[in-house]
């Protein structure tokens, strides 16, 4: 039984869809999964596990930020032998290329967070999504209009003071800001297992377009679809 999740060993499947936001994770699991029982409550943190088409899956909130998926990512990986872990988050657009609502598969997570200089001594890791999971995301989003494939920033700061740093970013091909995914796929790595994330574009720094918290947490079906799809095709959700 881990410190920050609290599940017994077998509660939680080998894959697990990761949310920030632990009512997304509760609206996840009532409405995609069957047979849904909670294995954890701990500091409001929801987790679930039941069986999408006959595969296993569990849904754990994460929190908002690095450190606190790092923790989520850490004891699963570490103490439950998860797998794969998909996020399935909210981002913030960054280009006209995205429109609300749609939806993105990151397949490289850039960042200003200082945890993987402190990790890899000054040097830049680059943090990349597992490129089973990635293909099988492409290849289950088919020809949906708008899903993208490309980069995103995870930022460290929500308020950020000096949002004009982003604009370099944003020329070299990132498409969308959240806060999350550079430490799931770093931490991934270093555990030799599986991580993507995909995101629904919430609200749009460009555009001022935005959802309403309810939205976030209940409409953002299609990507929730898709991360199904893509954990159970790769064959990581049967123990």
């Not at 997304?24 to 294995?39: M, N, P, Q, S, V």
């Amino acid at each position: 039984m881990s410190t920050h999740i609290g599940a017994r060993p077998g509660e939680i499947a080998p894959l697990v869809l990761m949310p920030g936001d632990p009512l997304r994770a509760k609206w996840i699991a009532e409405t995609f999964l069957d047979d849904a029982e909670c294995y954890t409550e701990v500091r409001g943190m929801l987790g679930f596990t039941g069986t999408w088409r006959g595969h296993p899956v569990s849904v754990q909130g994460s929190g908002m930020g690095q450190p606190s998926l790092a923790i989520c990512a850490t004891e699963l990986f570490r103490e439950y032998d998860v797998q794969s872990v998909v996020r399935v988050g909210s981002a913030g657009g960054l280009t006209d290329k995205v429109a609300i609502r749609d939806v993105i598969i990151a397949s490289g997570a850039c960042t200003d967070s200082s945890m993987n200089r402190i990790r890899f001594d000054g040097l830049d890791y680059a943090p990349v999504a597992d490129f089973g999971l990635l293909s099988a995301a492409v290849s289950a989003a088919g020809d949906r209009s708008n899903v993208h494939v490309g980069l995103i920033f995870s930022g460290d700061s929500f308020y950020s003071p000096r949002p004009e740093l982003l604009g370099p970013m944003v020329q070299h091909g990132c498409l969308a800001i959240e806060m999350e995914a550079s430490a799931l796929y770093t931490i991934a790595a270093g555990h030799g297992r599986k991580a993507l994330c995909i995101c629904t574009v919430s609200d749009h720094i460009v555009t001022g377009e935005e959802t309403t918290a309810a939205e976030r947490e209940q409409t953002f079906g299609d990507m929730v679809e898709i991360a199904l799809a893509a954990g159970t095709a790769s064959g990581t959700s049967i123990s």
